[in-house]
């Protein structure tokens, strides 16, 4: 079956402890991208990757790290996580093209404290 | 710069009845326009897309989307309301194939459908 993985789907930390959500997808898609959801501000972009070994800034990737080795996975770390962290991490891939839209993984609910 | 409106973050209807979710958008480029429904503790799932072509867009189930240029505008509707539309919809843009930035979503509309 065609998907995106995350793992995990929950994760409560505490404030400073590095942590890393996993993705991974099976269908050889060229671009990823990490958004995260918050109430009232819908779906906003962390970083996205073109390929491997190229990414880019989206439009709140400050306390976010990300890296892209290898096609199928492209984990997002948070070096030392804060409470304003704590939210709901989506991980979608695309195939090249903006036209074919993202497929979306099922959530990592963060609550950092 | 690419935007979203999304008019009404919460749309209560009764079931049977016309479902209308609004979303307007803003580019500097011509637009590809999607909406996305998420279902609770779920993932968001592609209802439909206009890219180029057709301006009314057909996707899953039974809901459909016009895009008007001169309105800017991609309202979502279905002609009959069923309980299990009942989720968040989110309308997003891109500018078009540049390959450079990713979606924009709006801020998600809520919909209830009442029995």
């Known amino acids: 079956e065609a998907q995106v993985t995350q793992n995990p789907r929950y994760l409560i930390t505490v404030t400073g402890k590095k942590l890393t959500v996993t993705c991974s997808q099976n269908?050889?898609?060229?671009?990823m991208s990490w958004y995260r959801q918050d109430p009232g501000l819908g779906l906003r972009q962390i970083y996205y990757?073109?390929?491997?070994?190229?990414?880019d800034k989206g439009d709140v990737p400050e306390g976010y790290k990300v890296s892209r080795k290898e096609k199928r996975n492209f984990p997002l770390i948070l070096e030392s996580p804060s409470p304003n962290q704590t939210s709901l991490y989506f991980c979608?891939?695309?195939?090249?093209?903006?036209?074919?839209?993202?497929?979306f993984g099922s959530g990592t609910r963060l609550t950092v404290v | 710069a690419q935007s979203v409106t999304q008019l009404g973050s919460h749309v209560s209807v009764s079931e049977g009845a016309l479902v209308l979710l609004r979303c307007n958008y803003s580019?500097?480029?011509?637009?590809?326009l999607f909406w996305y429904v998420q279902y609770p503790n779920q993932g968001l799932q592609l209802l439909l897309k206009?890219?180029?072509?057709?301006?009314l867009v057909k996707g899953i189930n039974g809901f459909e989307a016009e895009f008007k240029k001169s309105e800017t505008s991609f309202h979502l509707t279905k002609p009959s309301a069923h309980m299990s539309d009942a989720a968040e919809y989110f309308c997003?843009?891109?500018?078009?194939?540049?390959?450079?930035?990713?979606?924009?979503f709006g801020s998600g509309t809520r919909l209830q459908v009442q029995p």
């Open positions: 979608a891939s695309r195939a090249q093209g903006q036209a074919s839209g993202y497929t």
């Open positions: 269908m050889n898609h060229e671009y």
């Open positions: 990757s073109m390929n491997v070994e190229v990414t």
């Open positions: 580019s500097s480029v011509p637009p590809y």
């Open positions: 206009y890219t180029t072509g057709a301006t």
């Open positions: 997003a843009v891109s500018e078009g194939d540049t390959g450079r930035r990713a979606l924009t």
